[in-house]
């Protein structure tokens, strides 16, 4: 019988990975993936079992993991940023535990909000929120409220899944909710393709935010009302006194 680890790659480049991180795949025989992240390990690994997987499948990567551990082989389980923020960790927990399969390790990584809040400078600093826009697995109703309770607790917040084809003004609708409770002016920014080739940011307001054009490889940071701008880089006090 084989094991599973389920791995949280980071940002996408190969020294975001942890050494935890690198230490399963290289011990694995199988790598097993949503395309776009398999994509961005695969020239690290040239000699592994390779198992791209399509979108909104996460199910079947997860039975297909537990056949291959069946079969006696070692299984790494990718995805981008952490294993359990917003990644794969719970649907292999879940259908592991429904299968009878044990021998589950989870591996973390760094997720967007980290890696993200580090190209920008220091956004989050403090106590933060990281919220996503995406309405697939939870309502927007739902969304709608956890943007209003990050707004009235003035937390940092980063923002995941801001926008993809289906959902082109989600970013827009957020930011119309966030600006019934913070002013316009509020200091935010967003990064592109984090840890990757092609990283780019851009600052700007909460206002001029919401005419933004982002996609599902940006990662979106809003301020809370101590977040400041320091040339190109935001900041959100600890609370030290700086002399």
């Avoid at 809040?117 to 927007?140: E, K, M, N, R, Y």
């Avoid at 940011?201 to 005419?211: F, M």
Wanted: hydrophobic residues 40%; charged residues 25%; proline residues 4%.
């Amino acid at each position: 019988m084989g094991k599973i680890a389920v791995v949280g790659i980071g940002p996408g480049s190969f020294d975001a990975m942890t050494l935890e991180a690198r230490r399963a795949l290289n011990e694995s025989d199988i790598i097993v993936g949503y395309k776009a992240y398999t994509a961005l390990i695969r020239v690290f690994y040239p000699d592994k079992t390779i198992v791209d997987g399509e979108m909104t499948r996460e199910r079947e990567r997860c039975e297909a993991c537990i056949a291959y551990a069946k079969e006696g082989k070692n299984v790494a389980l990718i995805c981008s940023g952490d294993a359990g923020v917003y990644g794969m960790a719970s649907p292999m927990l879940e259908v592991a535990a429904k299968e009878g399969f044990t021998d589950v390790m989870i591996v973390p990584g760094v997720t967007a909000a980290l890696s993200g809040a580090a190209v920008l400078g220091a956004p989050l600093s403090t106590d933060f929120c990281v919220i996503s826009l995406s309405d697939i697995l939870t309502p927007w109703e739902v969304i709608e409220k956890r943007l209003l309770a990050a707004a009235d607790g003035d937390f940092p917040i980063a923002l995941y899944n801001p926008a993809s084809h289906r959902r082109a003004g989600h970013l827009k609708r957020a930011c119309e909710i966030l600006l019934r409770k913070l002013p316009g002016d509020r200091c935010c920014g967003f990064v592109r393709n984090i840890g990757r080739e092609g990283t780019s940011v851009e600052l700007c307001s909460l206002q001029e935010l919401q005419e933004k054009t982002v996609d599902m490889f940006v990662t979106v940071f809003i301020g809370s009302s101590r977040t400041y701008r320091e040339g190109d880089r935001l900041i959100t006090p600890r609370g030290y006194e700086i002399q």
